[in-house]
T-cell receptor
Framework: GNSVTQMEGPVTLSEEAFLTINCTYTATGYPSLFWYVQYPGEGLQLLLKATKADDKGSNKGFEATYRKETTSFHLEKGSVQVSDSAVYFCALMGSNSGYALNFGKGTSLLVTP | DAMVIQNPRYQVTQFGKPVTLSCSQTLNHNVMYWYQQKSSQAPKLLFHYYDKDFNNEADTPDNFQSRRPNTSFCFLDIRSPGLGDAAMYLC???????????FGPGTRLTVT
């Protein structure tokens, strides 16, 4: 079946540091890949997406590239801010799994001033 | 702004006492979902509606039911809540032809 594996958190970074959160997936066919962000006490917000191999999703300074050869979709940001502190979820929607999103366990990020 | 609204944001119920959580949307999306998210865990899909067609995940307990009386509203009924059902319940919507799911803020359920 489909699954997503994310790096364990929490991740603590100083403001303006470089961020990478690793995400790898297992899926049949050609899944679509997503990063969602969850701020404390809130629901999930779509951060970025990629629907086919080599696509790069980007938003608010965050980027992730769909790498089919390594089955990865790592999230990166060149310079994090305190306001980026949140939990980040990698997710996939399989091409043959209807509408279900399979989420990773989430990675908590804390950015300190 | 078009959005997904969940009421209430916080719900406290007693062990075994039925509870209903509400979700409404102004996006006019075909598909509505209910997820359960326990503390520090990933959201887990319970079921979804494609228009009026109900789709239950294989491992969703019978204790959880859902109703969608019209396009805009969807309800989650927990018939006999147990302590293990305490969680954040997230409603989401999407269009059938676009993969993005839009989430509401969630309802945090406490079972005493």
């Amino acid at each position: 079946g489909n699954s997503v594996t994310q790096m364990e958190g929490p991740v603590t970074l100083s403001e303006e540091a470089f961020l990478t959160i690793n995400c790898t997936y297992t899926a049949t066919g050609y899944p679509s890949l997503f990063w969602y962000v969850q701020y404390p006490g809130e629901g999930l917000q779509l951060l970025l997406k990629a629907t086919k191999a080599d696509d790069k999703g980007s938003n608010k300074g965050f980027e992730a590239t769909y790498r089919k050869e390594t089955t990865s979709f790592h999230l990166e940001k060149g310079s994090v801010q305190v306001s980026d502190s949140a939990v980040y979820f990698c997710a996939l929607m399989g091409s043959n799994s209807g509408y279900a999103l399979n989420f990773g366990k989430g990675t908590s990020l804390l950015v300190t001033p | 702004d078009a959005m997904v609204i969940q009421n209430p944001r916080y719900q406290v119920t007693q062990f075994g006492k039925p509870v209903t959580l509400s979700c409404s949307q102004t996006l006019n999306h075909n598909v509505m979902y209910w997820y359960q998210q326990k503390s520090s865990q990933a959201p887990k899909l319970l079921f979804h509606y494609y228009d009026k067609d109900f789709n239950n995940e294989a491992d969703t307990p019978d204790n959880f039911q859902s109703r969608r009386p019209n396009t805009s509203f969807c309800f989650l009924d927990i018939r006999s809540p147990g302590l293990g059902d305490a969680a954040m319940y997230l409603c989401a919507t999407s269009r059938v032809d676009i993969y993005e799911q839009y989430f509401g803020p969630g309802t945090r359920l406490t079972v005493t």
